[in-house]
């Protein structure tokens, strides 16, 4: 196990930074709990990062890449059993197990306290305790959490550097009475029949065990900003989502945001990234934020969003200059890699980079590749951490702690039926019926059956806190504190023709999509009435330049009442097993779809 920095201080509680009684108290108690041999107080400065960083990798935790072509850039390797979020083992420890609901894993508070503590006891001897304080948003924010995480895994202080405005930012936002998450994490042995990641909102409390990889050990991400968040935000009168944030602004200077919700494979980050096509010149794109939403009512009656994160945790395989450039910039520098390919002079690489595949190189487990290789150089589910201010089209609002109006919603999904490229719901209560019920086909690269659907609430199925009929009823509620609330749309790119292949080209050139939707926004373009949302006449999105002719887009645009009808009936598997707690609007308005087929 790594051993501890030997010029770290000891721990003394009148030496920490923080005012704060409760929380050096529970400090002193999960220090007697753990057992370290020192623990080290997060003061997020410079000279930390380069102490830290230098400790990993003298311990063999990180690898320095080359530092002229990726200057600031570290690779590390998790162990093969540790390389994605792990929905079994992931629990939400409420009194009672309707709380939770059925789409969670669910245990009793006290049950679940007394195992991962018995898991805890002892478990960082050898080890140092380091105490990382955050923030999830920005100074300032009536919508910014301060969290503290308690972690034995450098990697985990480096990264939640990057991910989060970590330190003395968060030490001054706490005050000496301020409330904040607890957060508490141990590598163990990384056994993954001891790995456990539990949230237990009534107490605003994480712990996470037995892992290293970022979705279940970097505490701000998932399991503050979206399963804790969920649940503060519904006693709070707000919304924590997992939605990308872009702004749009016009030729003329008019700017638009709007938030966005896709399951995984769906293109969420190249759409909260997109560069506009040449057609489009002197349109803008800017990236508020690439995964997490933050919203809240404001007081002229609009709903207010914030990326509270500041870094993106993205997935690498398939991101490339034509992909997203945006993306591979922003990884360019002061970012780590983990699980990618590692090249002889000091590179990363990964399937669908640009350019041909090294001669050469160690895999995401350190075993020699070549292209002859059978198995894939970087895990499918590799990532890279990188600072938001690396983005080239980074929005200058993007630390506004105020946020930016928000005037549309996009759900989306990957259906290569079925599901229209873009279309209206007809109010707020329907558009949070088509949340509701957005779904996408598996890939190759999930588990189940090719082109299986699979129903993903507002992609909020795993990362909700609590029951999610009471998460939908929450939606509901929103409308009344909303005088302006944003339209609501969903979209498509996945619709495939009668050849099978893609009848829309993705990208960049949803760009057009977007310029619609931003048109009804903004009362600009007609739609006509459809029994699933208002839709677009073909003449109404511009494919000036593209190779898509009309039929195609036409195509792309067309709706097939008969697999409509069979869409329905597939929405009874989610249904039926929230029933008991579903909204009666959300029955309705499954009523009124069937009647208007």
């Not at 129903?455 to 939606?475: E, I, Q, S, T, V």
Request: net charge neutral; proline share 8%.
């Amino acid at each position: 196990m790594p051993l501890p920095p030997a010029s770290v201080p000891s721990f003394v509680p009148d030496a920490s930074p923080t005012r704060h009684a409760d929380l050096r108290a529970w400090v002193e108690e999960m220090r007697d709990l753990c057992q370290p041999d020192q623990v080290y107080w997060c003061d997020g400065s410079e000279r930390e990062r380069e102490q830290l960083t230098q400790e990993a990798v003298d311990q063999g935790i990180l690898i320095r890449l080359n530092q002229e072509k990726l200057p600031g850039c570290y690779y590390h390797r998790s162990n093969p059993n540790d390389v994605a979020r792990v929905e079994d083992c992931t629990f939400i420890c409420t009194r009672t197990p309707d709380a939770a609901g059925p789409t969670n894993h669910w245990m009793a508070p006290a049950a679940m306290y007394e195992k991962l503590y018995d898991l805890c006891r002892g478990a960082m001897k050898g080890r140092t305790m380091y105490v990382v304080p955050y923030l999830m948003g920005m100074p300032g924010s009536p919508l910014t959490k301060v969290g503290v995480e308690l972690t034995d895994s450098i990697y985990v202080v480096l990264s939640m550097r990057i991910m989060t405005r970590m330190g003395q930012v968060a030490w001054d936002e706490l005050g000496a009475n301020g409330k904040f998450t607890k957060g508490l994490h141990s590598m163990l042995d990384l056994n993954p029949e001891r790995r456990f990641i539990a949230h237990f909102p009534q107490d605003n409390t994480i712990i996470s065990v037995g892992s290293n990889y970022g979705g279940n050990v970097l505490l701000g991400k998932k399991c503050l900003a979206l399963r804790l968040g969920s649940y503060l935000g519904r006693i709070e009168g707000w919304m924590a989502e997992h939605m990308l944030i872009l702004g749009v602004e016009s030729p003329t200077g008019e700017k638009n945001y709007v938030a966005a919700a896709f399951p995984s494979a769906c293109g969420k980050t190249n759409f909260a990234m997109l560069i506009p096509p040449k057609q489009f010149a002197g349109w803008k794109i800017t990236t508020v934020g690439d995964d997490i939403a933050w919203m809240r009512p404001g007081p002229d009656g609009r709903l207010y969003a914030i990326n509270p994160e500041a870094g993106y945790f993205g997935v690498v395989p398939g991101t490339n200059f034509k992909s997203n450039p945006n993306a591979m910039i922003s990884m360019s520098k002061d970012t780590i890699y983990t699980n990618v390919a590692l090249t002889p002079d000091g590179d990363v690489w990964w399937e669908g980079k640009d350019g041909e595949p090294p001669a050469e190189c160690l895999d995401w487990q350190g075993r020699p590749w070549t292209p002859a290789s059978k198995e894939k150089a970087a895990h499918p589910n590799s990532r890279f951490a990188a600072p938001m201010q690396n983005n080239p089209a980074l929005a200058p609002e993007a630390n506004d702690p105020n946020g930016v109006p928000i005037s549309a919603l996009i759900f989306g999904g990957r259906r290569a039926t079925t599901l229209p490229l873009v279309f209206q719901a007809f109010n707020w209560i329907h558009g949070v019926y088509v949340g509701a019920t957005m779904a996408s086909e598996t890939t190759a690269a999930a588990t189940g059956g090719v082109g299986q659907v699979r129903r993903d609430p507002m992609a909020m199925l795993p990362f909700c806190g609590y029951n999610m009929g009471d998460y939908f009823r929450h939606w509901l509620r929103m409308r009344k504190l909303l005088k302006r609330p944003p339209k609501v749309f969903h979209v498509n790119w996945f619709r495939k023709g009668k050849d099978g292949k893609f009848l829309w080209p993705g990208y960049g050139e949803n760009m057009r999509v977007l310029k619609w939707i931003v048109d009804r926004c903004r009362g600009r373009v007609p739609a006509y009435e459809t029994p699933v949302g208002w839709m677009p006449e073909p003449e109404d999105i511009d494919i000036t330049g593209l190779e898509v002719n009309v039929a195609e887009l036409t195509e792309a645009l067309s709706l097939d009442v008969e697999e409509w009808k069979r869409e329905v009936l597939l929405q009874d598997e989610l249904f039926f097993k929230l029933y008991a707690d579903l909204p009666k609007e959300l029955i309705f308005q499954r009523e009124l779809l069937i009647s208007r087929l």
